[in-house]
């Protein structure tokens, strides 16, 4: 790509001297708490574990929720109240007594040369078209161990190149779904659907993507795409999904 990409990051910290375009991109969602939006209320054995300023403020609590109900069951558990504390207290500094919060709500434009992503590590993942968008289908033994939902080292380099897209385009939102082979009871294959499901989102909220984009589900057994009478069938269906919504496959297959 000859010219130069403009990437709008809503809500985007202010670049320092020298910064990366990269370190430009906010990794949280600000949008909830603003004047005139819902009030959030907040519930749970975390919620005293809170910093008063996440407490107090209605942008406060939006924070909270809008990022850290990972398991979406709408309470705040110690957990999920030490994450948000850990991650308002790297932005706001010191004074979280003063902390700004229509700062958030500032545009930063930031000029990001060559388009901001790898276009031959995309290529690389094989795209399909689905009915949902372009779809990467990412086996067991590449992100887990089998039985496992904790990601395998080199999972998260796995995973990289698609951050750097995803970041280079925030209008684009994402479904992660998981599956499991049929081995195993119903409820233990739901649940470790859905907990490699979550693990793959919260890679790419290590690696700065904003987590209100993702849909997470975790299918179980269903849907296979291969036998589960074989050893290779059933390695083909234990795997991770990710389905960039509303895109085309072939983007990605071009080389420019």
Known sequence: M???MIAIAIAATALT?????????DRWDWGGGRPGD???????????????E????NRGRAF??????????????PREANAANRAFAQ??????????????????????????????????????????GATLRLQEDVLFKTDSAVLRPGAIEKLRPLASYLRAEPGVRVAIDGYTDSRGTDAHNQD???RRAASVRTAFDELGVVRA??????????????????????????????TLLGQRADRFARAD
């Open 192 to 194: 470790l659907s859905e």
């Open 38 to 52: 819902r009030d959030y209320g907040l519930v749970g054995a975390g919620v005293p574990i809170l910093y008063r």
């Open 17 to 25: 001297a020298g910064a990366s375009p990269a370190l430009a991109q």
């Open 54 to 57: 996440l407490r107090a403020t």
């Open 91 to 132: 932005v706001a500094g010191q004074r979280r007594d003063r902390f700004d919060w229509s700062s958030r709500d500032r545009t930063v434009v930031v000029e990001e040369r060559g388009g901001g992503w790898d276009r031959g590590a995309m290529r690389g993942y094989g795209f399909r078209q689905t009915s949902r």
């Open 213 to 242: 984009r993702f849909a997470v589900v975790g299918h179980g057994e269903a849907d296979p795409v291969a036998t589960n009478a074989t050893a290779a069938g059933m390695r083909q269906n234990r795997r991770v999904e990710v």
């Open 64 to 77: 909270v929720m809008r990022n850290f109900d990972f398991n979406h069951d709408g309470r705040v558990s």
């Open 2 to 4: 000859k010219n130069p």
